[in-house]
């Protein structure tokens, strides 16, 4: 099938976003990805984005940001590349990630390279990065409430109104990664960040792709597997947009359940037997028919049937007034 895919628009907002990335305005109309490398190392003024936090605006806002000044707080998170500190800078709270920049691999780099070109008010806003004492620290746009996967944690599973709510915002978040022609590949409950507002943005693109071939490591089961969608797991040369779609399913199904989907596999192994056995993850009764059936239309085994984003956009579950 086609993908919907709108290229004027798509190289409108990126010739805008390096617009405002860039140290030195580009006046280049037509950007590849080889226009996001990194920066050099070391800058420590740098020219981030800053989007205004009392508004949903999806504006960014060019400004000079001394990263000196930085005021370092407690540390609110871990994960697998290093810890997350809120920071206090110029009277506003931003999120730092800090990592060992003598480990750094080559999917940090790669989320740094596809943050910076991002601007949207669903997926959480980069602000910049600095290389200091062997250190690499991520600057981004803190979400006081954490991870939704904390929250279920916390709180329990949620109501389907709540979870439509927060399923709609994923809606958009992804939609517009996708006209990026970004590919997340790790969406998930514990990389969907929340604020006070109830807004949610879509976080961790460790594992994104700018439309680069995957290399799935299957030798140690991670549990990442259970949101992936089939052709990654089965190692299909070809995927795309598609695979983030069968993950908000499985989202979904975290969210209505606070577990992860396919509960009981425990090994990658079961959860190709499963995958290929049962075409879907087991989708919660409880839930009404219409977000039963848009589940079920997310996580169609068949990537070719399975809908873009942008279609799922039109599903009555989404559409019905409430
Ligand atoms: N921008 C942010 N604002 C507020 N909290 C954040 C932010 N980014 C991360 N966190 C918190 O820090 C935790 C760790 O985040 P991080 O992105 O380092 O790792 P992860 O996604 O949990 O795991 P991994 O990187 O190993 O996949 C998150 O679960 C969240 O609670």
């Not at 969608?229 to 606070?258: F, H, N, Q």
């Not at 959860?271 to 219409?290: D, G």
Request: proline content about 5%; overall charge positive; some cysteine.
């Amino acid at each position: 099938m086609k993908q919907s895919i709108d290229p004027s628009d798509s190289a409108n907002q990126i010739t805008q976003l390096c617009l405002v990335c860039s140290p030195e305005p580009q006046t280049k109309t037509l950007l590849s990805p080889k226009d996001f490398r990194i920066r050099k190392p070391a800058p420590l003024v740098l020219k981030p984005m800053l989007c205004d936090q009392q508004e949903d605006s999806q504006k960014a806002v060019g400004c000079e940001y001394n990263f000196k000044d930085l005021r370092l707080g407690k540390k609110i998170g871990s994960g697998a590349f290093g810890d997350v500190f809120v920071g206090f800078i110029q009277g506003k709270f931003i999120a730092v990630k800090q990592m060992d920049g003598k480990q750094l691999i080559e999917s940090v780099d790669n989320e740094i390279i596809i943050l910076s070109k991002l601007t949207h008010k669903n997926i959480v806003q980069y602000y910049g990065y600095m290389r200091e004492a062997g250190m690499l620290n991520v600057y981004l746009e803190y979400m006081d409430g954490g991870s939704l996967s904390d929250r279920l944690k916390q709180f329990g599973k949620f109501n389907e109104t709540l979870i439509r709510k927060f399923t709609i915002q994923i809606l958009d978040g992804l939609i517009y990664l996708h006209r990026q022609a970004v590919v997340h590949r790790d969406l998930k409950c514990g990389n969907i960040l929340s604020n006070q507002r109830g807004q949610i943005k879509i976080a961790d693109f460790g594992s994104s792709s700018w439309k680069e071939a995957i290399n799935l490591s299957d030798t140690e089961f991670c549990y990442s597997f259970k949101w992936m969608a089939p052709e990654l797991l089965l190692k299909e040369k070809k995927y795309g947009r598609r695979v983030d779609v069968w993950s908000l399913g499985c989202v979904i199904i975290e969210m209505a359940t606070a577990e992860h989907p396919w509960p009981n596999i425990k090994s990658l192994a079961q959860l190709l037997e499963a995958i290929q056995n049962l075409k879907c993850p087991p989708i919660p009764t409880h839930l009404s028919k219409e977000c039963q059936n848009f589940i079920k239309r997310c996580c169609t085994y068949n990537k070719d049937q399975r809908p873009h984003a942008e279609i799922l956009k039109e599903d009555p579950w989404i559409k019905k007034e409430i």
